[in-house]
């Protein structure tokens, strides 16, 4: 079955830090898609990234990068140089290609807070 | 481009009343869906629209909650009667094409109390 785990509820650092978010997934499909979004508090959901199971390149997007590895089943989002704007929530989601499925399988979260 | 929009924004009934939670896709996405965050918990999938037709409704709790989309453009999800487990962040999602691989884009939510 598939399952999305973000261990990390919450974590505080101090602004100009580096911080990684953890997420590690179980897929019984050999085909899928992961994805992380943001939540800031206005409180809707903001895409990130999407990557296929079939590139595990690591992506950079100016102070984010993601790390992708599929022998440990993770795909964790780091922040460098961490800013107050940072602070929000963070999901890491799921998606399979098994049966046609086109549902999200979402991770508990990780509430960031930045302080200044 | 306008986004995801929902409505309302917070609503807070007593237990027994309806309830009816409304969405508005990105314009010409043909797939819609509906999620649910309750207190602390990961955010679920309840329902997928492809245009007017429940493509998967696998997630949907029980039979006091019924979604529609006529038309194929807009979403009402209605629940009848609420209990109060029903508390929690509905969230609606749109994306454009068919397939695991689409992003989807998600509206602010609407956050149902339940008394």
């Known amino acids: 079955a598939q399952k999305v785990t973000q261990a990390q509820t919450e974590i505080s650092v101090v602004e100009k830090e580096d911080v990684t978010l953890d997420c590690v997934y179980e897929?019984?499909?050999?085909?899928?898609?992961l994805f992380w979004y943001k939540q800031p508090p206005s409180g809707e959901l903001v895409f990130l990234i999407r990557?296929?199971?079939?590139?595990?390149q690591n992506e950079i997007s100016g102070r984010y990068s993601w790390n992708f590895q599929k022998s440990t089943s993770s795909f964790n989002f780091t922040i460098t140089a961490s800013q107050v704007v940072d602070s929000a929530v963070y999901f890491c989601?799921?998606?399979?290609?098994?049966?046609?499925?086109?549902?999200?399988?979402f991770g508990q979260g990780t509430r960031l807070t930045i302080n200044p | 481009e306008a986004g995801v929009t929902q409505f309302p924004s917070h609503s807070v009934i007593e237990k027994g009343q309806t309830v009816t939670l409304r969405c508005d896709p990105i314009s010409g996405h043909d797939n819609l869906y509906w999620y649910r965050r309750v207190m602390g918990k990961e955010i679920k999938f309840l329902l997928h629209?492809?245009?007017?037709?429940?493509?998967?409704e696998s997630g949907m709790p029980n039979n006091r909650f019924l979604a529609e989309r006529t038309g194929g453009t807009y979403s009402t999800l209605k629940v009848q009667p609420a209990e109060l487990e029903d508390s929690g962040v509905y969230f609606c999602?749109?994306?454009?094409?068919?397939?695991?691989?689409?992003?989807?884009?998600f509206g602010p939510g609407t956050r149902l109390t339940v008394l």
């Open positions: 999602a749109s994306s454009q094409g068919w397939g695991y691989t689409d992003t989807q884009y």
């Open positions: 897929t019984r499909d050999t085909t899928y898609y």
């Open positions: 990557r296929n199971s079939f590139d595990e």
């Open positions: 989601a799921l998606s399979e290609a098994f049966q046609g499925a086109q549902k999200l399988v």
């Open positions: 629209f492809v245009k007017e037709s429940k493509q998967d």
